[in-house]
């Protein structure tokens, strides 16, 4: 049984917050909570590698010795998205798919990356067409966890509302439609009345 002081928030806080998906989770927080759970082991966090691992145990009081060695081999080094410049088409398929919006840029025009925001989680380079991103294994990560979880946060919940907008949006097109239709249904109705009407009054 847990120690009541383990809560999802100080979970969540040992994670190293790249939102990289490599547990299998939708990001860190997601992991946190199955974590919680237990329905998740802890040797799932390979940016996190053994440092993470231990301090997962500790917090839970699990032993992860058995995990120690496999982690050493799977844990992924820091990395940083370099976008070789010259070769972007400016398609935003890289600024959609960062969880942090690190990458700056606009359509057509070219995209850089935001290299203190940079998690390394890698997710950017699979979407881009021209193959113009590089993961650069690099000792001076820069982005601060507590940073870019507040950026993956705020980029769910916009995307959220935007979601949210067009769901509305797709509603009120629907209803204006169906009042249009009631609308020339009346106006026909209005007019073969009107037409039967005159009928009658020639007879």
């Known amino acids: 049984m847990k120690p009541i002081n383990i809560t999802l928030e100080s979970i969540d806080a040992l994670l190293p917050q790249t939102q ?16 919680l759970k237990n329905a998740a ?23 992860v010795n058995n995990f120690i060695e496999d982690m050493e081999l799977k844990a992924k080094p820091k990395r ?26 606009a359509s057509k025009q070219m995209h850089t990356v935001i290299v203190a925001e940079c998690t390394g ?12 991103i590089d993961m ?25 509302k935007q979601k949210q907008e067009a769901v509305d949006l797709f509603q009120e097109n629907i209803l204006a439609e169906e009042m249009d239709l ?3 249904h009346i106006a026909k109705k209005a007019a073969i009345a009107a037409a039967l009407a005159r009928v009658q009054n020639k007879k």
């Open 20 to 35: 990289c998906g490599d547990c299998t989770y939708a990001g860190c927080l997601p992991y946190a909570h199955a974590i």
């Open 41 to 63: 082991p802890l040797n799932l966090c390979l940016p996190g590698g053994v440092k993470v691992l231990k301090k997962l145990g500790q917090l839970l009081n699990k032993d």
């Open 80 to 105: 940083l998205a370099i976008i070789r410049e010259p070769e972007c088409i400016g398609c935003t398929k890289c600024i959609q798919a960062c969880p942090v919006d690190a990458i700056f840029g």
């Open 121 to 132: 989680c890698g997710l950017c380079v699979e979407p881009c067409p021209m193959d113009c």
């Open 136 to 160: 650069v294994v690099t000792a001076d990560q820069q982005y601060q966890s507590d940073y870019a979880r507040q950026r993956f946060q705020h980029r769910n919940a916009r995307l959220e």
């Open 182 to 184: 009631e609308t020339k």
